[in-house]
T-cell receptor, first 114, second 114 residues
Framework: AQSVTQLDSQVPVFEEAPVELRCNYS??????LFWYVQYPNQGLQLLLK??????LVKGINGFEAEFNKSQTSFHLRKPSVHISDTAEYFC????????????FGTGTSLTVIP | DTAVSQTPKYLVTQMGNDKSIKCEQN?????MYWYKQDSKKFLKIMFS???????INETVPNRFSPKSPDKAHLNLHINSLELGDSAVYFC?????????????FGNGTRLTVT
């Protein structure tokens, strides 16, 4: 079965500093990769996705992620964070050809410090 | 113009009671899901319906019974509630249930069983 690892459960960062949230997955088959954000008391919203093509994908709110097949990683980055980026971030993976469901990581809580 | 809406937002009830959570999507999607998010924020799929047909039925107690009267609605009925059922339940939809179609989440129902 697929597994998704988000190594950092909590990431504090100062406002306007860069941030990277890490995501690794285990799969030997073709995968689709997603990052979702969850603000307090809300559902998950799609930040960005990788389906195919360029390994660097850009999403909403200035976030981007890079797919690295050899390292089975899909790390999320933002060059300068804002207070409003404080939220829970989830990495999700689905298997391209045979799967029918998504596997979520355990989430990373990003706290932006003024 | 809410895309995926679920009611109620909060549900507090006693052990042994039966309760329902309703979900509706106005996106025209074919596939709907129920996810459970535990106190550690871990997201686990419970059920998936495609055009009113059950596709995924993970290992969930049979006290949980989904019902899909049409493809825009997926309700969750829970019998004989237990303390361990306390969690946030998210409804989601995707365009066609394929794993390259992102999920669209509702805002969640926080269930507290006392």
């Amino acid at each position: 079965a697929q597994s998704v690892t988000q190594l950092d459960s909590q990431v504090p960062v100062f406002e306007e500093a860069p941030v990277e949230l890490r995501c690794n997955y285990s799969s030997s088959v073709s995968v689709y990769l997603f990052w979702y954000v969850q603000y307090p008391n809300q559902g998950l919203q799609l930040l960005l996705k990788y389906l195919s093509g360029s390994t660097l994908v850009k999403g909403i709110n200035g976030f981007e992620a890079e797919f690295n097949k050899s390292q089975t990683s899909f790390h999320l980055r933002k060059p300068s964070v804002h207070i409003s980026d404080t939220a829970e971030y989830f990495c999700a993976v689905s298997e391209g050809w045979t799967g029918n469901q998504f596997y979520f990581g355990t989430g990373t809580s990003l706290t932006v410090i003024p | 113009d809410t895309a995926v809406s679920q009611t109620p937002k909060y549900l507090v009830t006693q052990m042994g009671n039966d309760k329902s959570i309703k979900c509706e999507q106005n996106l025209g999607h074919d596939t709907m899901y129920w996810y459970k998010q535990d106190s550690k924020k871990f997201l686990k799929i419970m059920f998936s319906y495609n055009n009113k047909e059950l596709i995924i039925n993970e290992t969930v107690p049979n006290r949980f019974s989904p019902k899909s009267p049409d493809k825009a609605h997926l309700n969750l009925h829970i019998n004989s509630l237990e303390l361990g059922d306390s969690a946030v339940y998210f409804c989601a939809s995707s365009q066609d249930g394929m794993t390259n179609s992102p999920l669209h989440f509702g805002n969640g129902t926080r269930l507290t069983v006392t």
